[in-house]
């Protein structure tokens, strides 16, 4: 399975991968450079490669196995044995009523705007800022990235309970959502082709290469092994990189490999 955060794991089968679309010379010039931007390796190294060769072998890697991927949010012990028994269900508006009364209800003026809940909800399924999200699930490359960096989602859970959260009672709501639930992550093993197809909603993969990019998620495998090559310390799970992968359908509970803390 590949990890994006460990890096010494994956990148000597990346490193086999490419053996023969990455000649010694280049790895031996980009070794031999010091680079200020980890994009900055990988785009040295195409300029002396065949660039459809790197990433049709780099995709076939991919699709040969799976990929970790991981979704932070809280969780009641009735919601871990619901995920490992129906797997991560997609966002429905007016089913995160109970969870938003339940950690709304202690607030002193909860009486006064719980009769607003369903309207709220109402009023922002399918429109807002976060009307993308509703129908969907989604999971996140990289661990260190969501402990890390984006870590709102283990703090209040769904960004969607939030909004309405707010709506209600401000910044008080907001940190009610808090006290609901533990912190926990789930960690997925995802199929090496949904995980690509999950990462290139918007375009194909020819579509993207004809637009002069690399696939969403073959990038950042990329642009690490290219850069470690130039600094053999560097470590992925400093990047906490934010690369979202995302599905219509539920994750099914098979995929689930772990539920723990943080």
């Given at each position: 399975?590949?990890?994006y955060?460990?890096?010494?794991?994956?990148?000597?089968?990346l490193?086999?991968?490419?053996?023969?679309?990455?000649?010694?010379?280049?790895?031996?010039?980009?070794?031999?450079?010091?680079?200020?931007?980890?994009?900055?390796?990988?785009?040295?190294?195409?300029?002396?490669?065949?660039?459809?060769?790197?990433?049709?072998?780099?995709?076939?890697?991919?699709?040969?196995?799976?990929?970790?991927?991981?979704?932070?949010?809280?969780?009641?012990?009735?919601?871990?044995?619901?995920?490992?028994?129906?797997g991560?269900?997609?966002?429905?508006?007016?089913?995160?009523?109970?969870?938003?009364?339940?950690?709304?209800?202690?607030?002193?003026?909860?009486?006064?705007?719980?009769?607003?809940?369903?309207?709220?909800?109402?009023?922002?399924?399918?429109?807002?800022?976060?009307?993308?999200?509703?129908?969907?699930?989604?999971?996140?490359?990289?661990?260190?990235?969501l402990v890390n960096?984006?870590?709102?989602?283990?703090a209040?859970?769904?960004?969607?309970?939030?909004?309405?959260?707010y709506?209600?009672?401000?910044?008080?709501?907001r940190?009610?959502?808090?006290?609901?639930?533990?912190?926990?992550?789930?960690?997925?093993?995802?199929?090496?082709?949904?995980?690509?197809?999950?990462?290139?909603?918007?375009?194909?993969i020819?579509?993207?290469?004809?637009?002069?990019?690399?696939?969403?998620?073959?990038?950042?495998?990329?642009?690490?092994?290219?850069?470690?090559?130039?600094?053999p310390?560097?470590?992925?799970?400093?990047?906490?990189?934010?690369?979202?992968?995302?599905?219509?359908?539920?994750?099914?509970?098979?995929?689930?490999?772990?539920?723990?803390?943080?």
């Open positions: 399975m590949l990890d955060d460990l890096i010494d794991d994956w990148a000597p089968q490193e086999r991968a490419l053996a023969d679309a990455v000649p010694a010379t280049v790895r031996r010039k980009i070794a031999g450079t010091r680079y200020e931007f980890v994009e900055d390796a990988l785009e040295d190294l195409l300029r002396g490669v065949d660039r459809g060769q790197v990433v049709e072998r780099a995709l076939r890697w991919i699709t040969d196995g799976h990929v970790l991927a991981y979704h932070g949010t809280r969780l009641t012990p009735e919601d871990v044995i619901s995920i490992g028994t129906n991560l269900q997609p966002l429905v508006a007016m089913q995160r009523r109970g969870r938003l009364q339940r950690a709304l209800c202690s607030h002193r003026s909860w009486k006064e705007v719980e009769g607003k809940l369903d309207d709220v909800l109402g009023a922002h399924s399918g429109v807002g800022a976060l009307r993308h999200r509703e129908g969907q699930v989604h999971l996140t490359l990289s661990r260190s990235g960096g984006f870590n709102h989602y283990l209040q859970g769904s960004e969607f309970d939030g909004l309405i959260a709506d209600l009672l401000g910044d008080e709501g940190a009610l959502l808090a006290t609901d639930g533990t912190a926990l992550v789930v960690k997925v093993a995802v199929p090496g082709q949904s995980a690509i197809e999950g990462t290139q909603r918007f375009f194909t020819e579509q993207t290469l004809a637009r002069g990019e690399l696939p969403n998620l073959l990038a950042p495998f990329l642009e690490a092994w290219a850069f470690k090559l130039s600094d310390t560097y470590l992925s799970s400093q990047q906490m990189l934010d690369c979202g992968i995302w599905y219509r359908d539920a994750i099914p509970a098979k995929w689930i490999v772990s539920i723990e803390p943080p």
